[in-house]
């Protein structure tokens, strides 16, 4: 069974934001996370609160994570702590000089449940259009709802 992707269109006034954004289905978040240039945003449907994170592979192993803290959405992120792979699976750890703001408590809070399809749903998961591999702007259905565009997929982990 495969699960349905919406396409949303959000406006917020007080933010200043519009656009088409993707919900992904719950068992391809955590590829499009660690696919390698993954943006997202986590917002909490009952609150309103909501986070843009940022997680890119680093050079060397893991996944470094940045929060989105200005107006640029392409510049604007600031690194709040680093995902590392371990036998138990991905873990985050918060960035030892980062501020414990209210959006790195959250991902701290959610990741772990990211990892284990266990988000609640009233946390709405939300990819910004592009693989999260290349980042290039995904156009065909398919690559919308996985997250990944089709060259991405074919190349799988590598």
Same mark, same amino acid.
């Given at each position: ?8 269109? %959000? ?9 088409? %954004? ?7 978040? #955590?590829?499009?996370?660690? !696919?390698?240039? !993954?943006?997202?945003t986590?917002?909490?449907? +009952? ?7 940022? @997680? /890119?592979?680093? /050079?060397?192993?893991?996944?470094? %994570?940045a +929060? #989105?803290? &200005? ?11 680093? @995902?590392?792979?371990?036998?138990? &699976? $991905?873990?985050?750890?918060? =960035? ?13 809070? !959610?990741? $772990? /449940? +990211?990892?284990?399809?266990?988000? $609640?749903?009233?946390?709405e ?6 693989? &999260?591999?290349? =980042?290039?702007?995904?156009?065909? $259905? ?5 997250? @990944? ?5 074919? +190349? &799988?982990?590598?």
């Amino acid at each position: 069974m495969v699960e349905a992707t919406s396409i949303t269109t %959000v406006t917020e006034s007080t933010e200043g934001i519009t656009g088409a %954004v993707a919900s992904l289905a719950v068992n391809r978040r #955590l590829a499009f996370c660690l !696919a390698g240039h !993954a943006i997202f945003t986590l917002r909490n449907s +009952l609150t309103g609160n909501r986070f843009t994170y940022r @997680i /890119r592979a680093r /050079r060397r192993q893991g996944f470094s %994570v940045a +929060l #989105l803290h &200005g107006q640029d959405n392409e510049s604007d992120y600031m690194g709040i702590g680093y @995902i590392t792979q371990y036998a138990s &699976g $991905p873990q985050f750890t918060p =960035h030892y000089r980062a501020n414990p703001s209210q959006a790195m408590r959250a991902f701290a809070w !959610a990741w $772990p /449940r +990211l990892v284990t399809n266990t988000l $609640p749903p009233e946390i709405e998961f939300y990819h910004a259009g592009r693989c &999260g591999r290349c =980042h290039r702007l995904l156009t065909t $259905p398919e690559s919308i709802a996985s997250g @990944i565009g089709p060259k991405c997929a074919e +190349l &799988g982990n590598r």
